[in-house]
């Protein structure tokens, strides 16, 4: 294994952890907005696909880009902005 | 390392820091939205840092960047409509369906990186598998939450044989795939394949009732899929927000199976609720039901000290909520103590009911979850069911039947219970509710929103 794939590894695994820790402790009342929260966080793919496009040439891989494109832009601005609707309902009270 | 590399590096940590305060904050109703909008603003400087830093490589191919330009704008349109558009109701398939478009992007990742290095071809075949494992599965449990693929058990024959052999094919391309030194890219491809068909294989046979379970699995598959995704493209970003919503989806998977009382691996198995192997106890169907009309059930109600409002599906599919608020308002101006006993899965994502509810305005200390109102139950004096099934059976403390073990609501607790319900038609459990035939039941038979708005206008009429 390489020094950089263990990194990446520890980095993983403390995310994990980190992620268990935090997460354990949110009431049930909030549970859609948090899995809708996290499903919005995993939009970060759109940063991969970005750097994907250094990548790829061709038609091929133009029109695979373009849909890879898609699908995360729509992950990341559909999943923020309906976990900010479903939150907007809980603020209005006490 | 570069003095932009390590601003680079510097501001991607800044944003995974934004991401996991985030869902710190999700950890209370007053500060979840501050926190969703943290994690707004981490996600936002990742993507404008990314930009920049493919501006400065020089490394983009024009015809690169307009797929890409394309791709993201439609792509960020479509998500922007859909997620202004829709109906809390409807809030499960759409999340859902973002969860199958982030499982599908991460899986193009892998698929597309011609310069993956030998380390990265473990994390890159796992990164094909899970993501279009989940793009499919998701794209599948969407649609049964839609209602346009039915939401029963479909099993397809020899279903099970059929997804262990394109588990099979998928582990054996992958592995070969890795092997070898100079392996052909279609090999990688077969993974796709086999996976997205397994994703559909694993998908219909699971229950309605299992949904929760399942959209909570298949989210923590995508975080799992966009981390390898990460591993693949060396990019850190990835991997830690990966692994956070990984640990979201595992946690809430547990949550959901716990509250089902059922092992996760059986819910994958699917074909839960068929009904084929259902076993009633003797007498109970025979057993006569109390039927009660809304006007007599109002009156019931207006003059009780305590009310507990049990909201479940019925209630979720009917879109009653709003009219189920303005029952408890109206009881409560009359001096009712009226609360909501919320069971974990009802509605059909985890806390889909909480978020049904405060749409409609319900004061958010009403909502109690199952531990805080079991102990209310005994000093209750109606218990007004709407729309709810198995998460009531007492049938569930006791061995030998589909619900046993399963934590309910203990409803049968209180002095007298009111059960909205359209027929005495079984749950998803597939069996007789004993709730049903106890001598302080009565039934109101009629669709939860109609059943309300009776029991709204019988409470104006009679007790005003």
């Not at chain 2, 969860?99 to 991460?106: E, I, Q």
């Not at chain 2, 599948?140 to 058990?153: F, M, Y």
């Not at chain 2, 796709?192 to 949904?211: C, E, N, S, Y």
């Not at chain 2, 060396?234 to 716990?258: C, Q, R, Y």
Request: proline share 5%; charged share 10%.
């Amino acid at each position: 294994m390489s020094p950089l794939l263990l990194a990446d590894l520890t980095v993983f695994t403390l995310a994990l952890l980190v992620g268990f820790e935090v997460i354990s402790k949110v009431p049930a009342t909030l549970h859609t907005p948090l899995m809708s929260g996290a499903n919005a966080i995993h939009g970060v793919v759109i940063v991969g696909v970005m750097l994907l496009a250094a990548s790829v040439s061709g038609i091929g891989g133009y029109v695979l880009l373009a849909v890879a494109a898609f699908c995360a832009a729509m992950n990341v601005t559909g999943g923020y902005v309906v976990t900010d609707r479903m939150l907007t309902m809980f603020r209005s009270r006490s | 390392m570069s003095g932009f590399d390590t601003v680079v590096h510097l501001v991607y940590l800044a944003c995974a820091v934004c991401f996991v305060i985030g869902l710190h904050q999700m950890n209370a109703p007053a500060t979840a939205r501050q926190g969703n909008r943290i994690s707004a603003a981490g996600m936002a400087v990742a993507i404008l840092t990314t930009a920049i830093v493919l501006g400065h490589n020089r490394s983009v191919s024009a015809g690169a960047v307009v797929a890409l330009a394309i791709g993201a704008f439609a792509g960020g349109t479509a998500g922007l409509i859909a997620a202004r558009r829709v109906k809390m109701t409807a809030m499960p398939q759409l999340v859902s369906l973002f969860n199958a478009v982030g499982g599908g992007a991460a899986a193009l990742i892998a698929l597309g990186d011609r310069a993956a290095s030998t380390q990265a071809a473990v994390t890159g075949v796992l990164d094909v598998a899970i993501g279009a494992l989940t793009f499919t599965g998701s794209l599948v449990a969407s649609g049964k939450l839609a209602g346009r693929i039915p939401g029963r058990p479909l099993t397809v024959p020899f279903g099970r044989q059929i997804s262990a052999g394109l588990a099979v094919l998928a582990i054996a391309l992958g592995v070969w795939f890795v092997a070898a030194s100079d392996a052909p890219p279609i090999l990688l491809a077969g993974v796709a394949v086999a996976a997205l068909a397994a994703g559909v294989l694993l998908t219909l046979p699971i229950g309605g009732a299992d949904m929760p379970v399942v959209i909570s699995l298949l989210n923590a598959c995508t975080g799992t899929a966009v981390a390898m995704a990460g591993f693949v493209l060396e990019s850190t970003p990835l991997i830690i927000a990966g692994g956070l919503v990984g640990a979201a989806g595992a946690i809430l998977t547990k949550l959901m199976a716990d509250a089902m009382n059922r092992p996760i691996i059986a819910i994958i198995a699917g074909g839960y609720g068929t009904g084929d192997a259902v076993t009633v106890s003797a007498g109970t169907t025979s057993a006569p039901v109390r039927e009660i009309t809304a006007d007599d059930a109002a009156i019931q109600l207006a003059y009780a000290g305590k009310v507990v409002i049990v909201p479940g599906y019925g209630l979720a599919a009917a879109q009653a909520q709003h009219e189920a608020v303005a029952l408890a308002e109206a009881l409560a101006q009359r001096g009712v103590e009226v609360t909501y006993a919320i069971h974990p899965v009802a509605g059909r994502m985890p806390g889909h009911m909480n978020v049904l509810l405060a749409e409609a305005n319900a004061p958010y200390p009403q909502l109690r979850d199952l531990e805080e109102s079991n102990p209310e139950f005994a000093r209750t004096d109606v218990v007004l069911v709407v729309g709810a099934n198995d998460v009531t059976n007492p049938a569930a403390r006791r061995p030998g039947n589909p619900v046993s073990g399963m934590p309910i609501l203990d409803v049968d607790k209180a002095r007298s219970v009111i059960v909205l319900k359209r027929s005495l038609g079984h749950g998803y459990a597939g069996i007789d509710n004993e709730l049903y035939t106890d001598p302080r039941t009565a039934m109101l038979f009629a669709d939860a929103k109609a059943g309300l708005a009776a029991l709204l206008s019988g409470l104006h009429a009679y007790a005003s």
